[in-house]
């Protein structure tokens, strides 16, 4: 894989977090496809909210689902190496609600499918595309200008 085709998809991957993210009513610090350690991205969500959320639990499950159902909607496949950090992270969670890791892992399915169907709506799916071109285009981009990008496409419907 060449590295723009890498870097290509790191940019789905954290445009998926970021639109994920907006959506659910969370609001984000920055955005970024600068490597740095053992990271090729990052989607910065900040502490606070836009508006009131349902379940915080679940809204952060599928904001660390987002970057990985954003690129396979991309590429037609999960990329799970690439998404070992948020997967383990979402385990964590998933096993803080439910009561055993068969359930766990089921409701990771549910939340993959929720994360999947919310990816599928075309306006949603031009903010990630919006956010992922300027992310190759500026490699780093602020909070602000992702909530633009989101407006923008939420606006186009």
């Known amino acids: 894989m060449s590295s723009l085709d890498l870097e290509r998809l ?18 984000i610090q920055e ?4 490597p740095k350690l053992q990271r090729l991205g990052h989607c910065e969500v900040k502490k ?3 508006r ?3 379940d915080s639990l679940e809204t952060d499950l599928l904001i660390l689902l987002g970057g990985m159902a954003a690129e396979a909607r991309l590429t037609g496949r999960y ?21 055993n890791a068969r359930q766990a ?6 939340m993959l499918s929720k994360v999947e ?6 306006a949603t799916w031009n903010a990630v595309t919006a956010v992922a071109d300027e992310l190759c285009k500026s490699h780093k981009i602020s909070g602000r200008a992702a909530r633009h990008f ?8």
């Open 10 to 27: 790191t940019a789905y991957h954290e445009a998926g977090h970021a639109v994920i993210a907006l959506s659910e009513g969370r609001m």
């Open 31 to 34: 955005v970024s496809i600068v």
């Open 48 to 50: 606070g909210t836009a």
């Open 52 to 54: 009131k959320l349902k």
């Open 79 to 99: 990329h799970l190496p690439g998404a070992a950090q948020d997967l383990e992270m979402a385990r964590r969670l998933a096993e803080m609600r439910a009561p």
């Open 105 to 110: 892992g089921r409701l990771l399915e549910r």
């Open 117 to 122: 169907h919310l990816l599928e709506d075309a």
């Open 150 to 157: 989101y407006d923008l496409a939420m606006a186009g419907r």
